[in-house]
């Protein structure tokens, strides 16, 4: 599944895929993690950027862990509850990503954390879900989650899903209001490893305060405690 990833702002970028003259800046995330505030494009704003929380708002997500549903979906749930059916009728969102962090273990008690940097586009045009979290005491929040499948054999090594992709060309499809499920599914697809540069990355990715944009150069191989590995 997918834990972090990166998203820089660009103005034109930003402004192209929305359709739009003017765009909400935002303070670059190469640490993107679930509790973050981020941006997505919802079919309900096509025209502009929305920031919502990734999973659940931090004080939700306070002395809890976090289900894996809340921050990612499998596909093929969709077709099995009516509810997220119909959320990807309605709610579908667009979340925009320039790579992804996986950890690849090595050992039993050793893993690597990579950079995925998405070289097929200038973006990666993750397909999602935006969704509302009301408790007892009416707190309310909205929050996104990933829309994912299982990983072929390409990926396995590093990751278990991957996040599926809308091809920029496919955007006004993705959002016209009127498409049927089934077209909807076709318009989703797991990219190919080769569509990424990736290599060794920062153990210090796992600091979730840490949002230095040398978090996304590579590094010399080591694990997720700093020690450099004999794996190389």
Not at 45 to 59: C, H, N, Q, R, T
Not at 80 to 99: A, D, F, Q, V
Not at 111 to 118: A, E, G, L, S
Not at 135 to 148: K, L, M, Q, R, W
Request: charged share 25%; with cysteine; hydrophobic share 30%.
């Amino acid at each position: 599944m997918i834990e972090r990833y990166s998203i820089k702002f660009n103005d034109e970028l930003f402004k192209k895929i929305t359709n739009s003259d003017t765009v909400e800046p935002f303070d670059s995330q190469y640490n993107a993690a679930p509790t973050k505030s981020l941006p997505i494009i919802s079919i309900k704003s096509s025209d502009k950027l929305s920031f919502i929380y990734w999973g659940a708002s931090p004080e939700y997500a306070k002395n809890r862990s976090l289900a894996n549903r809340l921050i990612n979906l499998d596909v093929s749930s969709f077709s099995k509850s009516n509810m997220l059916y119909n959320l990807l009728l309605t709610e579908r969102c667009i979340i925009p990503c320039h790579g992804f962090y996986y950890w690849k273990r090595i050992a039993k008690k050793e893993k690597v954390p990579y950079y995925f940097k998405y070289e097929k586009s200038d973006i990666a045009l993750c397909a999602g879900i935006k969704e509302r979290y009301e408790d007892f005491e009416g707190n309310v929040f909205d929050y996104f989650s990933f829309i994912t499948k299982r990983s072929n054999k390409d990926w396995k090594d590093y990751s278990g899903s991957i996040p599926l992709i809308v091809d920029y060309n496919d955007i006004h499809l993705w959002f016209n209001k009127n498409k049927r499920f089934d077209e909807l599914l076709e318009l989703m697809y797991q990219p190919s490893i080769s569509d990424f540069n990736y290599y060794t990355v920062s153990p210090f990715i796992s600091d979730l305060n840490n949002n230095d944009k040398n978090l996304t150069e590579p590094k010399q191989t080591s694990n997720q405690y700093g020690n450099y590995s004999l794996f190389n």
